[in-house]
């Protein structure tokens, strides 16, 4: 049957349905809109309410339809209610407030407001209070402020709630709502009541000054609220056997801005509350979202310790519930006081950690979250337990926040030296591939500062390398340990548990293995030849060692080919040196003093963040090479320039570093550095890069050269521009490479002190 | 409340009532991914979740979901009774309410909606005060419609 457009948007959509592909559909759809946009073109009034709801039909099966958006005006401006009806339901689905045409309402909306008919009055409040723009709620505030004073409860409830909408829009507005509010509670009406809480709310939340001056209505809701339970059965506003629900979780919210930060006002609801608490039935959703309401109140405000006990009691109980909604809340509740009501929070801890095995994932995550803020040093065995439990058998989404809980934990509260590695080992194998690529290096500075567990560490490490080598993180760390410790794994010397037998070979085999495996990463390759490297100082098979660093001097992949070949010129050239670059690497500290800033940018380009290296390079640097020295380096200052002293920087290379402030800009500072050369021979293809904390942006301009002429011949110059805006004190890293004698050389340093005229 | 989706197993939109200004494209963008994200969720989880930087309350009645994004200081549990109450409303109106009433007459479930909620916020909690205003204003119209030439 063909649509017609004489009969109402019923039989259309009878029509639609019947289509039987997605094509039949559009055609059947277009033939319509095409009838359709004739029929407007002829401006016929009769028809144009239905055409008009046809077209939102097809709106919502997502057809274009702004081209029926001026009629929707048109319908708006119709005397016919049915029209209007229909034009404003048009309105707010096609138009929205950032095009124009929208405005063209308001005109009709202010006729509307002000109609004899409140239903029509209705209507325009509705739309306005919907999706009135800033413009439309500036030109009628007035009117809404208006029927906000009417004593028809109908329209008042509604004035209320655009109220709300015109100072979101235009929050200067909201003092002009000021006087009309000053009986809204006296209302009977339970919809004025509501409406008006909502209100009072919004402007309480907005407006400091408006908090202060409706404090004192504290004790009028108190008594609303009262009523509210005290009063017999109610069937007009009764919800499960308690009267307005609605009404009652808005108060709630309304007392908690209101007592917040006020011992008063907290204590004329303290009562209240209370009652709330204990009274209110449980057994149905209804009564659990106004104890929710209610707990929310009791933490937010400045409520007495058992009514906080209390509150979190609650959440206990609500842990245990059957409904998983209410298990959500409770957790989510949990989460946000578990740091200021801890001990609290701590005796429903068993009750939480059975969440872990809920089956819905945002429930398993909060408890999770949870789990870990309630870890401390008393119950940090069986919380432990119960996390690597879950992060054996939990989802993939979690175990990398899993992982990284567990080792943070761990490091805060390990009971013992043992249980720290057993439980990283515990991670590593079984959700070793989620680890977090910077647990890596924390893990391999943990091992090397538990000296007296070197030797239970790698015979685990390498055990678990025999299990599995697919999770390259274990991989990793279990490389780095065995080419630190791979005499102490043939040699046996385990205590904690029985030595394994294992021979020099064997662990070879192991680590080449991961060299020519598909599984390995290129990264864990690099771990793994530099293991092989130390092991020639520790083992007896450097032959063995030799050809297999020669090999891999031709690898494809140039990482690999590189530390080949120096490990290579270590055996060839530089042997003597070999057992001092290759020894145990010593305890390493954590340089709290480095604070929490990353070097992002070096010679003005930006770089993406490095991680903060506080711990020292962990594969050793080729070895004509040295490894990154950091310290304060002596600065004195003379008349607005500033020397660096020569001894830090080696081979005589001496930088001197002067300054001066850029006009107009009083936040840039301008550093040139001054590069001279006491040796006898040139230092060239000399490079100078410089690093700066975060909040630093820095700019190096290009040196004068890159030679450093031998015996003070002339210098190399470069202009480092560094913008402060934060007015902080300055530090940079600066990284020197150059060619002197024919050798490549690096050199690395931190310039901690630069004086404060640099910088200020 | 920021919008409320009305949507069928199958995906079809069969209600969608906004409350924030969004454009038609961004509106089309974020029906088409919530409700996918809904429907791909097993009947055991709970009623609620975090969806970009929304919460999401969603309850399926038959055939049918409801589903709202609110705001952070939003009472979810409150919310499931809002979207019930609405329910309750679309039954006494229709008697006995299914997705073809939702369907053929969802002119009359955004009218019914607009008596129930204003801006987000709940404007009348009696049921039976959103169903005599309903009614009042259906005489209206069939009042208006008689008179007409």
């Known amino acids: ?760 | 409340m920021q919008f409320m989706l009305l949507f069928s197993r199958q995906g079809k939109l069969r209600l969608q009532k906004w409350y924030v200004p969004l454009s038609d494209k961004e509106r089309k963008k974020i029906s088409r991914d919530l409700v996918q994200t809904i429907l791909a969720r097993k009947p055991k989880m709970c009623s609620f979740l975090e969806w970009r930087d929304l919460k999401i309350v969603y309850k399926r009645y038959a055939s049918l979901y409801f589903c709202c994004a609110v705001e952070d200081q939003d009472n979810e549990l409150i919310t499931l009774e809002i979207i019930h109450r609405y329910v309750e409303l679309l039954d006494k109106y229709f008697g006995s309410v299914c997705e073809l009433d939702i369907i053929f007459n969802f002119e009359k479930a955004y009218f019914i909606l607009d008596e129930f909620l204003l801006g987000g916020e709940a404007q009348e909690t009696s049921k039976k005060n959103v169903l005599k205003a309903i009614e009042q204003a259906d005489l209206l119209q069939e009042v208006r419609l008689h008179t007409d030439p």
């Open chain 1, 1 to 760: 049957p063909v649509p017609s457009l004489h009969q109402g948007h019923l039989e259309l959509i009878r029509t639609i349905r019947t289509a039987r592909t997605q094509a039949e559909e559009r055609e059947m759809i277009q033939k319509e809109c095409a009838a359709i946009r004739s029929s407007f073109r002829e401006e016929d009034n009769t028809y144009r309410c239905r055409n008009v709801a046809k077209l939102l039909y097809m709106h919502m099966l997502g057809y274009p339809a702004h081209f029926g958006q001026l009629e929707c005006l048109k319908l708006i401006a119709s005397q016919k209610f049915t029209d209007k009806r229909i034009g404003y339901l048009g309105a707010m689905l096609l138009l929205d407030e950032r095009q124009d045409v929208h405005l063209l309402m308001t005109n009709c909306i202010k006729n509307d407001l002000n109609h004899s008919t409140q239903y029509v009055q209705g209507l325009a409040l509705c739309t306005l209070g919907c999706m009135g723009s800033s413009e439309m709620c500036r030109d009628l505030a007035g009117e809404v402020e208006k029927l906000l004073k009417t004593s028809n409860s109908y329209l008042r409830k509604k004035a209320a709630l655009c109220a709300v909408h015109v100072i979101r829009k235009v929050p200067e507005l909201m003092e002009m709502f000021l006087p009309a509010t000053k009986n809204l509670l006296s209302e009977k009406n339970h919809g004025v009541l509501h409406t008006s809480v909502v209100l009072l709310t919004e402007m309480c939340e907005r407006s400091p000054d408006m908090l202060l001056h409706f404090r004192k209505l504290v004790p009028q809701l108190v008594r609303i609220l009262k009523n509210l339970i005290m009063s017999g059965y109610s069937p007009e506003h009764d919800v499960s056997g308690i009267s307005d629900p609605f009404l009652q979780v808005r108060i709630l919210r309304l007392l908690r801005i209101l007592g917040r930060s006020d011992d008063d006002s907290s204590e004329a609801m303290n009562d209240i509350l209370a009652q709330v608490a204990t009274n209110t039935e449980t057994s149905k959703n209804v009564g659990n979202a106004i104890l929710y309401e209610t707990v929310l109140t009791i933490m937010d405000i400045k409520s007495e310790s058992g009514l906080r006990v209390l509150a979190i009691n609650i959440l206990g109980r609500f842990l245990l519930n059957n409904d998983k909604n209410i298990r959500y809340v409770a957790l989510t509740s949990l989460l946000k006081t578990v740091q200021t009501d801890h001990n609290a929070v701590q005796r429903h801890r068993s009750t939480i950690v059975d969440c872990l095995k809920d089956l819905d994932v945002s429930i398993k995550r909060r408890a999770m979250e949870l789990s870990f803020a309630l870890v401390n040093g008393n119950n940090i065995r069986g919380m432990m337990k119960e996390l690597l439990y879950f992060l054996d058998s939990c989802d993939p989404e979690f175990k990398a926040d899993c992982a990284s809980g567990v080792f943070l934990a761990a490091e805060k509260y390990a009971p013992s030296k043992r249980w720290h590695i057993d439980t990283i080992m515990r991670v590593l194998t079984t959700a070793g591939s989620y680890v977090r690529d910077d647990s890596v290096p924390n893990l391999i500075q943990l091992i090397t500062n538990s000296v007296e567990m070197h030797a239970y560490t790698v015979q685990r490490l390498y055990k678990a390398l025999l299990d599995d080598i697919s999770q390259q993180p274990l991989v990793q760390v279990s490389s780095w340990c065995i080419g630190e410790y791979g005499d102490l794994l043939v040699s046996g010397q385990c205590e904690e548990e029985e030595p394994i037998q294992v021979t020099e070979d064997e662990v070879l085999d192991v680590l080449e293995g991961l060299l020519v495996s598909n599984l390995s990463t290129p990264v864990t390759r690099g771990y793994s030849l530099t293991a092989i490297m130390k092991l020639s100082t520790r083992f007896s098979s450097v032959n063995r060692i030799k050809k297999v660093v020669s090999i891999y001097g031709s690898s494809i992949d140039v990482e690999l080919q590189q530390r080949a070949v120096e490990y290579n010129a270590l055996f060839k050239k530089y042997d003597h040196m070999r057992p001092a670059l290759l020894e145990r690497m010593p305890i390493m500290e954590k340089t709290a003093s480095n604070g929490p800033t990353e070097i992002v940018q070096t010679n003005g380009e930006t770089e993406p963040s490095v991680p903060d290296t506080k711990h020292p390079p962990l594969v050793t640097q080729p070895a004509n090479q040295v490894t990154a020295r950091s310290h304060d380096i002596s600065v004195f200052t003379i008349d607005g320039s500033f020397f660096v002293t020569d001894d830090v920087f080696k081979n005589g290379l001496k930088i001197e570093f002067t300054f001066e402030r850029a006009n107009p800009n009083p936040n840039i500072a301008v550093i040139t550095i001054h590069a001279t050369n006491t040796t006898e021979d040139d230092m060239t293809e000399f490079v100078f890069q410089a690093a700066v904390p975060k909040t630093f942006q820095l700019q190096l301009l290009s040196p004068s050269s890159n030679i450093v002429p031998a015996l003070n011949h002339g210098s190399v110059t470069q202009v480092i521009r560094v913008l402060n805006p934060q007015k902080q004190q300055l530090r940079m890293r600066v990284k020197l490479t150059y060619t002197h004698k024919g050798s490549p050389v690096q050199d690395l340093a931190e310039v901690n002190n630069f004086p404060p005229q640099s910088w200020q």
